[in-house]
T-cell receptor, first 115, second 111 residues
Framework: DGGITQSPKYLFRKEGQNVTLSCEQNLNHDAMYWYRQDPGQGLRLIYYSQIVNDFQKGDIAEGYSVSREKKESFPLTVTSAQKNPTAFYLC??????????????FGPGTRLTVL | GQQLNQSPQSMFIQEGEDVSMNCTSSSIFNTWLWYKQEPGEGPVLLIALYKAGELTSNGRLTAQFGITRKDSFLNISASIPSDVGIYFCAGQLQGAQKLVFGQGTRLTINP
């Protein structure tokens, strides 16, 4: 089945440690995105990538880093510089071309808890 | 960043009632999308709108792209328990790749 996978579903880390969240898609989409969601809040854009080997900062990029070495994969690293990393992280992808190019499809999310 | 004003923030209704929610902005959008999110899951795309005035249905859901291109509405008719969740609007500004999301409407249904 085509879709977006995120792993793991739940992640715990100690304060001061870096952690990498995985996002993979087999939809052949060009663009991929990372969002952060806090309880009772909307989605805030962290980083996005429209093409392999290129990515742009979103609204809250500080303390995060990404890479886009393959079209299918867009991992997010939450660094120790992120002051409040406990949140629900969502990955999305979109085709970017044609009428449906703006439709973003989301993965199931990773809940990160910093202990 | 750019904000969308989504209202109401929450709704408590009886099963069978109709639901209406909306998003407004001071900016003009090219695309409006409506998503539903259930607890602990990612948002699922419900309806996409591409043209001012467009009215699109998906089962009991109907959404409209406002004539001014600054707002959108989502209606749910004859609500059922599985409609429970958080509904988000999202819009794409002209020339932008990013989406702007509303804060969500939390729908609770009493059986």
């Amino acid at each position: 089945d085509g879709g977006i996978t995120q792993s793991p579903k739940y992640l715990f880390r100690k304060e001061g440690q870096n952690v990498t969240l995985s996002c993979e898609q087999n939809l052949n989409h060009d663009a991929m995105y990372w969002y952060r969601q806090d309880p009772g809040q909307g989605l805030r854009l962290i980083y996005y990538s429209q093409i392999v080997n290129d990515f742009q900062k979103g609204d809250i990029a500080e303390g995060y880093s990404v890479s886009r070495e393959k079209k299918e994969s867009f991992p997010l690293t939450v660094t120790s510089a992120q002051k409040n990393p406990t949140a629900f992280y969502l990955c999305a992808s979109s085709p970017t071309s044609g009428r449906v190019g703006n439709e973003q499809f989301f993965g199931p999310g990773t809940r990160l808890t910093v202990l | 960043g750019q904000q969308l004003n989504q209202s109401p923030q929450s709704m408590f209704i009886q099963e069978g009632e109709d639901v209406s929610m909306n998003c407004t902005s001071s900016s003009i959008f090219n695309t409006w999308l409506w998503y539903k999110q259930e607890p602990g899951e990612g948002p699922v795309l419900l309806i996409a709108l591409y043209k001012a005035g467009e009215l699109t249905s998906n089962g009991r859901l109907t959404a409209q792209f406002g004539i001014t291109r600054k707002d959108s509405f989502l209606n749910i008719s004859a609500s059922i328990p599985s409609d429970v969740g958080i509904y988000f609007c999202a819009g794409q500004l002209q020339g932008a790749q990013k989406l702007v999301f509303g804060q969500g409407t939390r729908l609770t249904i009493n059986p």
